[in-house]
């Protein structure tokens, strides 16, 4: 009977435990224990600042013992010390506390040193809601950490009102359908990492233009209105199990007739329409009691808990006087005013959620790594995914987003607001050189923009909290018209959409782009996107004028460039990072190489990319992300080999050329006959190499001279010039070399001296101009080029071997490869100098297999073409050109990748692999020839392929 007098106060709760007997058993216990005083103490829970100083939380801790009370709520403080309080008084006192926090977007809305997720109105824009939902289930991991059982959210209120002043942003838009969508997937969250919820603020907070922390406000609506629209997402939140609600203090004359009467203190309200109509046998919350809205409605200390309680609410949040509290209840329930049974049930509810959320069996906090593990780096992970799906473009005239021709236009970025927009200028500069104009407050000078093609305006406010201030001066709603006016104009707003209610007339501003927040990582994504890094995907959970009501936002594809994000985001476990990292420490620590740069990309998105140690043993110049390598014989895949691909496409040349038709001159030779497809699969007896520098070290004299001359023009080191015809020497040995006896694969550069002649007779220009002027420039990739001294400081370029044999000099700015470098600098098989970031977009490429950048360099069926082993069967893994997966256990890879893939390798420890099948890109940089080729510890121990194993053993099984 015990168990079912228990059940029937509220069946089918959403507080009930998975073992319900066990829970009911524990709270009889429990209840029929408690002493009348220590029930009442149970309806309370108190606020604690732990920012206040020690006398006055030690007041506060006597005051929970001495009262009995049932829960504290935690407010501004530090989390360090938070647990440490909540460590004491749950030991101290005989019932453990339920501990609470207002949490909306993270336990940052209270405390320092944690993190803020984005306001409830950014959510709100996003379409996929299970993303939401993660964001939930994170604010919930964090709470759950620090022993918070109930976070008072998620905010159902309908934000109907622009002027509302103190929900706005807290709301999740101006519709009950994304209301009710978004405040349940977050609720959920929030529950599957275990942590209570409580829909606020009922019954209805969204249309008021008054603070009810400091009056009264006034809702003036029918009922109908009420129960259409404001009611709705409670209704949704109850139906999916919401653990509370907590009833706010608004004045609803078609829901209460008693004038000036706070909802929380109606009975109408709170027990016929709550628990009632709507059928709610959670927990029941007053807002705090405290707050202006309610305390000025009795002039007793006491009567407005003793009303809330009156009216079905069970814990009274914040009272103002607990001991006098709880003194003018117990009275009021020894003379009969309030009957047994509502205090049962009351009580009773607060002890079922107490042992859901596991105080039936506490374990102290543990505070070692707290602040840590507050702020992971999977915050950020979650806080980007759901930045990258709630920006939104509400205006895209003549598809101006997001911006493709980089090459030819010139963009100027104009700082509005009075917070920081760096990290959008510098992620933006990334893609294209954006200058910054700085106006003069003020004054508007139009001519400082004409130099520039198209304007980018951003809108910079404080994202401290929801409620700062979020508006245009008149100067900067001046300036944007100006702007607008005479010059292509994307004006990016940094705050809550409200804001651009100001601007009145839209139709000059080319492109506006909604970021509702101002945060580091919210400029990063924004700049990306305006560029096409990351897709926009959001819609406006408000209206904005009739010009752009809620629903307004252009779904816009990416345009084939990186863009950057989080490893998890891209279906990697948390263990990828570290055990890189760790591979790489180890490489460094066993001096197979001085340094390094590492990237990985995955489905377009730059997840990891690192450097590690130095240019050198000597430890002076560390690695950055802007410095240059040799990048050897990815010259193959990154130079040669893409202007080839262009030639076959224009009919120039094909894969079933012969090697005479491209150069006439060789029609009586013995390679005559191969084919380029021959030639490119390494599958045509060509010697592997040829050292053509040691037959000039028989008689140095006669080959170089120590100044540059018409006759010795070839500058191969310091003071070192070559004769200018000794190329023509070079070409003739490889056409006079003898063929191999037998055909088999055997891996050749002799194949890229040939058309590296034939692509520069063809094309009446030179390798690297053709390179340079075809892909790198349009691509924008300034940090892949040949000739790097021309181009780069000589700190910015790793040095590779010191040449004992040949140069006698440390190789430094100059292509180490020796045939390369008789060719003055630019061979096809060797030469380029690059960065991970350029060699990975130009895989990015190949993976989208043309575009980048909105542009179609080649055809999908060309790369197809090059990337297909012709010869498997004959035991020759390679594609056209392209290296490809390993047909034994031997081989460039891991061995864990499908036959789809391709890359290279280069001698000087480089090595760069993109696989269609998973979408990944894999880059690795380094000198490890430096000081001395011999050193072939990087290659002796697979770091490379290794590194890649961790990449596929890191992906999520279901990815």
């Known amino acids: 009977m015990a168990f079912l007098s228990s059940y029937s106060l509220f069946s089918q709760s959403s507080l009930f435990a998975e073992d319900t007997i066990a829970q009911r058993q524990w709270v009889d216990s429990i209840y029929s224990n408690l002493s009348l005083e220590e029930k ?4 309370f829970m108190i606020d604690v600042f732990t920012s206040k100083s020690d006398s006055e939380l030690e007041s506060l801790e006597s005051l929970i013992k001495s009262n009995h009370i049932g829960g504290v709520i935690f407010s501004k403080g530090n989390p360090y010390r938070q647990a440490q309080i909540t460590n004491k008084i749950q030991t101290e006192n005989k019932i453990p506390l339920l501990v609470g926090m207002d949490a909306e977007w993270g336990l940052a809305m209270r405390l320092d040193s944690t993190y803020a997720f984005p306001w409830n109105m950014t959510l709100g824009a996003i379409q996929d809601t299970s993303i939401v939902r993660k964001v939930g289930h994170q604010i919930g991991k964090h709470s759950k950490r620090l022993g918070v059982h109930i976070n008072f959210a998620p905010v159902a209120d309908i934000n109907t009102n622009p002027n509302n002043p103190i929900i706005g942003n807290r709301s999740f838009g101006e519709t009950k359908d994304i209301v009710i969508s978004h405040s349940v997937a977050l609720m959920r969250g929030m529950h599957e990492a275990g942590i209570l919820s409580s829909a606020k603020h009922f019954p209805g907070h969204g249309d008021t233009e008054q603070d009810s922390h400091k009056t009264l406000p006034s809702i003036n609506f029918s009922e109908k209105r009420i129960r259409d629209i404001e009611l709705k997402p409670f209704q949704a939140l109850i139906d999916e199990g919401v653990s509370s609600v907590m009833v706010a203090h608004l004045n609803i004359p078609s829901l209460e007739s008693q004038k000036n009467l706070p909802s929380s203190l109606s009975s109408k309200i709170v027990s016929d329409l709550l628990k009632g109509e709507l059928g709610f046998n959670g927990l029941i919350i007053t807002d705090a009691l405290n707050m202006k809205g309610v305390s000025n409605s009795s002039s007793t200390p006491g009567e407005v808990d003793l009303e809330a309680f009156k009216a079905g609410s069970d814990i009274l949040l914040i009272p103002e006087d607990v001991p006098k509290s709880i003194s003018i209840i117990k009275e009021a329930i020894l003379k009969g005013e309030i009957a047994n049974k509502r205090l049962v049930a009351s009580v009773k509810k607060i002890l079922y959620a107490k042992y859901k959320v ?17 702020n992971s780096e999977e915050n950020d992970a979650v806080y980007q995914e759901a930045i990258q799906n709630a920006t939104t473009v509400i205006k895209n005239d003549l598809g101006i987003l997001p911006i493709n021709d980089i090459e030819q236009q010139t963009f100027a970025y104009v700082a509005l607001g009075d917070t920081s927009g760096d990290q959008f200028f510098e992620t933006m500069n990334q893609y294209a050189r954006v200058d910054k104009i700085d106006v003069t407050k003020n004054k508007i000078d139009l001519s400082q923009f004409s130099d520039y093609d198209q304007i980018i305006i951003g809108f910079h406010k ?20 100006s702007i607008s006016q005479d010059y292509k104009t994307i004006l990016v707003n940094f705050t809550r959409p409200y804001s651009l209610l100001q601007l009145k007339n839209y139709i000059n501003i080319d492109a506006i782009v909604q970021a509702y927040q101002n945060s ?69 620590e066993q001096e197979m190489t001085p340094g390094m740069q590492i990237l990985i990309a995955r489905k377009g998105k730059v997840i990891y990319n690192k450097n590690f140690g130095y240019h050198t043993y000597d430890k002076e110049i560390k690695v950055q992300d802007d410095d240059v390598y040799d990048l050897a014989s990815l010259t193959k895949i990154l130079a040669t080999l893409p202007i080839l691909m262009t030639l076959e496409e224009s009919n120039k040349i094909d894969l079933k050329s012969k090697l005479y038709e491209l150069l006439p001159e060789l029609a009586t030779s013995n390679k005559a006959n191969m084919s380029v497809l021959e030639m490119l699969s390494h599958y045509a007896k060509l010697q592997a190499w040829i050292p053509f520098y040691k037959k000039t070290l028989e008689d140095k004299s006669k080959y170089y001279a120590t100044e540059f001359s018409k006759k010795f023009s070839v500058k191969v080191a310091q003071n070192m010039y070559l004769r200018t015809d000794y190329q023509d020497s070079i070409y003739a040995r490889i056409v006079e070399s003898d063929l191999r006896d037998s055909l088999e694969y055997k891996y050749s550069d002799l194949p890229y001296y040939f058309l590296k002649k034939y692509i520069e007779k063809q094309s009446d220009s030179t390798l690297d101009k053709i390179a340079e002027n075809y892909f790198y420039k349009p691509m924008r990739l300034s940090h892949l080029k040949f000739y790097p001294l021309n181009y780069f400081e000589k700190n910015k370029i790793v040095p590779t071997e010191f040449d004992k044999e040949w140069r006698n000099e440390l190789i430094h700015g100059r292509v180490h490869d020796q045939g390369a470098a008789m060719l003055g600098g630019v061979g096809g098989h060797a030469g380029l100098f690059g960065n991970a970031s350029d060699v990975a977009k130009f895989m990015q490429l190949y993976l989208n297999e043309g575009i980048y950048g909105g542009k179609r360099f080649f055809n999908a069926e060309t790369m197809n073409k090059f990337n297909t082993c012709y010869y498997c069967e004959k035991d020759v893994r390679r594609g056209v050109g392209f290296d490809k997966p390993q047909l034994d256990e031997i081989g460039p890879t891991c061995g864990c990748l499908s036959m789809s893939s391709f890359g290279h390798s280069g001698f000087t420890g480089t090595y760069a692999w993109a696989d269609p099948e998973k979408e990944i890109i894999y880059v690795f940089l380094s000198n490890r020839i430096h000081p001395v080729s011999s050193n072939t510890k990087l290659i002796d121990e697979d770091i490379r392929t290794k590194i890649q194993g961790v990449i596929y053993e890191s992906l999520s099984k279901l990815n």
Not at 532 to 540: E, N, R, T
């Open 40 to 43: 009442i103490g149970q309806l």
């Open 462 to 481: 404080s994202d401290a909290n929801p409620w700062a201030d979020y508006k245009f001066s008149p100067f900067e709603i001046e300036l944007i018209k």
């Open 358 to 374: 596991g105080l039936h069996s506490f374990k102290p906090i543990e505070t070692a790594q707290l602040t840590a593990e507050l």
């Open 520 to 588: 580091i990582i919210a400029q990063q994504v924004v700049g990306q996107q305006l560029f096409g890094g990351i897709d926009f995907k959001g819609k406006l959970p408000v209206s904005i004028t009739s010009a752009f009501p809620v629903g307004t936002g252009y779904k816009l594809k990416s345009n084939g460039r990186l863009g950057y994000d989080h490893p998890q985001n891209q279906g990697f476990n948390s263990e990828l990072v570290s055990k890189i990292d760790s591979l790489a420490a180890y490489t460094l």
